[in-house]
């Protein structure tokens, strides 16, 4: 009983966190980055980051900061791997003068969570290159994996889950990479590919929100493992679901009608 009240409370606290920064929707972002492959780096130094992708939630708009752009700009297009760390420090000094600018907004992002994959990892990588990184509060800081576990329990029981959970709601996968893929598109120097596929998740990510909002979101969870066999349980899962609420009241407006019946019988 304890658990699964602590549970319904997780599931309670996260989606009215979720709500209330949706609400807000004018100070909130969704962030996603693509960087070098963890495993092919002999050398013991950080990966390099690529390209990170910042997706204003009220209005779609995203923003992106790339290698390849920057490489652009400055005549490099043809000899990026002779430039790496320039090229990759002008695109972080872009992305901080940025974050500078949002410090204070809602930033959602996928697993962003430490040095291996994350904030920390990108405010590393620009400090090794001689930035000063402007750093975002963890209070404004939204991962929305963790969320989800707190919401569904096991939201997708294979591996990858966030590729799997992709699928499972029918999301166009186009110009998605999975991690093995991108960390391929680095090796082969595909930066436009990794670019695309960090615009694509940053998208992907503003869907499943949504969805989540919407109560729509398509998960392996079962109602009992969402909810628990409890009365609590049983109430919040009435009071979520209209299709439920219909339920009950279509089977009290037929028992009410035996009852009445039974009565009128017994009365003539």
Same mark, same amino acid.
């Given at each position: 009983?304890?658990?699964?009240? @602590?549970?319904?409370?997780?599931?309670?606290?996260?989606?009215?966190?979720?709500?209330?920064?949706? !609400?807000?929707?004018?100070?909130?972002?969704?962030?996603?980055?693509?960087?070098?492959?963890?495993?092919?780096?002999? *050398?013991?130094?950080?990966?390099?980051?690529?390209?990170?992708?910042?997706?204003?939630?009220?209005?779609g708009q995203t923003i992106s900061f790339s290698i390849h752009k920057v490489a652009e700009k400055q005549g490099k297009l043809n000899s990026i791997e002779d430039h790496y760390n320039e090229l990759e420090k002008s695109m972080l000094d872009e992305?901080?003068?940025?974050?500078?600018? %949002?410090?204070?907004?809602?930033?959602?992002?996928?697993?962003?969570? *430490?040095?291996?994959? &994350?904030?920390?990892?990108?405010?590393?990588?620009?400090?090794?290159?001689? &930035?000063?990184?402007?750093?975002?509060? *963890?209070?404004?800081? @939204? *991962?929305?994996?963790?969320?989800?576990?707190?919401?569904?329990?096991?939201?997708?029981?294979? %591996?990858?889950?966030?590729?799997?959970?992709?699928?499972?709601?029918?999301?166009?996968?186009?110009?998605?990479?999975?991690?093995?893929?991108?960390?391929?598109?680095? !090796?082969?120097?595909?930066?436009?590919?990794? %670019?695309?596929?960090?615009?694509?998740?940053?998208?992907?990510? %503003?869907?499943?929100?949504?969805?989540?909002?919407?109560?729509?979101?398509?998960?392996?969870?079962?109602?009992?493992?969402?909810? &628990?066999?409890?009365?609590? &349980?049983? @109430?919040?899962?009435?009071?979520?679901?209209?299709?439920?609420?219909?339920?009950?009241?279509?089977?009290?407006?037929?028992?009410?009608?035996?009852?009445?019946?039974?009565?009128?019988?017994?009365?003539?």
């Open positions: 009983m304890a658990n699964a009240k @602590y549970r319904i409370k997780r599931r309670k606290n996260a989606l009215k966190e979720l709500n209330e920064l949706v !609400e807000r929707h004018s100070n909130l972002l969704i962030i996603h980055y693509s960087c070098e492959s963890f495993y092919n780096i002999k *050398d013991g130094r950080t990966p390099r980051i690529t390209s990170i992708a910042v997706r204003y939630f009220n209005t992305f901080y003068q940025f974050v500078s600018t %949002h410090i204070n907004f809602k930033w959602i992002h996928w697993n962003m969570r *430490d040095i291996n994959f &994350g904030f920390e990892a990108i405010n590393h990588r620009y400090s090794v290159l001689g &930035g000063t990184p402007s750093i975002i509060h *963890d209070n404004n800081k @939204y *991962d929305l994996a963790r969320k989800m576990v707190d919401i569904y329990g096991t939201y997708i029981k294979e %591996h990858p889950r966030f590729e799997k959970l992709i699928e499972k709601n029918n999301i166009t996968k186009k110009d998605f990479l999975s991690g093995a893929a991108e960390a391929e598109a680095f !090796e082969n120097k595909e930066f436009v590919k990794l %670019h695309q596929s960090t615009l694509r998740k940053v998208d992907i990510l %503003h869907i499943i929100v949504e969805r989540i909002i919407e109560n729509n979101l398509e998960t392996d969870a079962t109602l009992r493992e969402i909810y &628990g066999f409890t009365p609590q &349980g049983l @109430y919040e899962l009435m009071k979520e679901n209209w299709g439920y609420n219909l339920l009950i009241f279509l089977l009290g407006a037929v028992l009410s009608g035996v009852v009445g019946y039974i009565i009128t019988f017994l009365l003539m």
